[in-house]
């Protein structure tokens, strides 16, 4: 699913982020940059050991929720990678939603430092997080389009979907920013 938002392209897939061709991809991380399952686990592994070394050497105190750090993409053809850290869902007030919306500007903002054109962000924090598909849609896909709209850039803007439900459920929200 696409759409446009002013100057940039908004693309919904269902995937593997590690296969995506844009000039960044977003991790879902934690905050010890420690590594672990999820899209964190598919991410080191297409990277390989180098990552893992680059991410400790760099960043050794790790990065706070709500934020994110860049680091290259080891074995992978993307340029980079931004590790952003979204928040555990614990009922929702906790800001929870500010943490989400500020680590994707984080990485947004990342894009425009690195010159990155294209970025792909996972669905960060709706796996072992817990924190609502809906929600997170909103969330995300809001912020993506208040920023490119800000900024005209990045030009293109994917979010890789692993699961049909979450595919659905972002869809449904894209779909509602057809009017704006
Ligand atoms: P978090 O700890 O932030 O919740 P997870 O990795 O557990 O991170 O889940 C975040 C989202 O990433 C989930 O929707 C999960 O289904 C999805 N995911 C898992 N593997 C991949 C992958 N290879 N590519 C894209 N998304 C993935």
Excluded at 17 to 38: C, E, F, H, P, R
Excluded at 45 to 64: D, I, V
Excluded at 116 to 131: E, K, L, W
Excluded at 159 to 169: N, R, T
Aim: charge should be negative; proline fraction near 4%.
């Amino acid at each position: 699913m696409l759409m446009q938002f002013g100057e940039s392209l908004v693309e919904l897939i269902q995937g593997d982020i590690t296969q995506v061709d844009t000039d960044a991809i977003v991790n879902a991380a934690n905050s010890q940059l420690a590594g672990g399952g999820g899209v964190d686990g598919a991410i080191h592994r297409a990277a390989g050991p180098n990552l893992m070394q680059e991410t400790k050497r760099l960043y050794p105190e790790g990065c706070p929720t709500g934020s994110a750090v860049a680091t290259r993409a080891g074995n992978m053809q993307m340029k980079y990678i931004f590790h952003a850290v979204g928040p555990i869902w614990r009922g929702g007030g906790q800001d929870e939603e500010g943490q989400l919306r500020s680590a994707c500007i984080r990485c947004l903002e990342l894009a425009l430092e690195h010159n990155c054109d294209s970025i792909a962000f996972p669905a960060i924090s709706t796996g072992v997080y817990r924190f609502p598909i809906d929600l997170a849609a909103q969330i995300l896909l809001r912020t993506i389009h208040q920023f490119v709209i800000e900024n005209q850039s990045p030009r293109r803007v994917v979010v890789v979907l692993f699961d049909e439900g979450s595919f659905g459920a972002f869809s449904q929200v894209l779909e509602s920013f057809a009017d704006s």
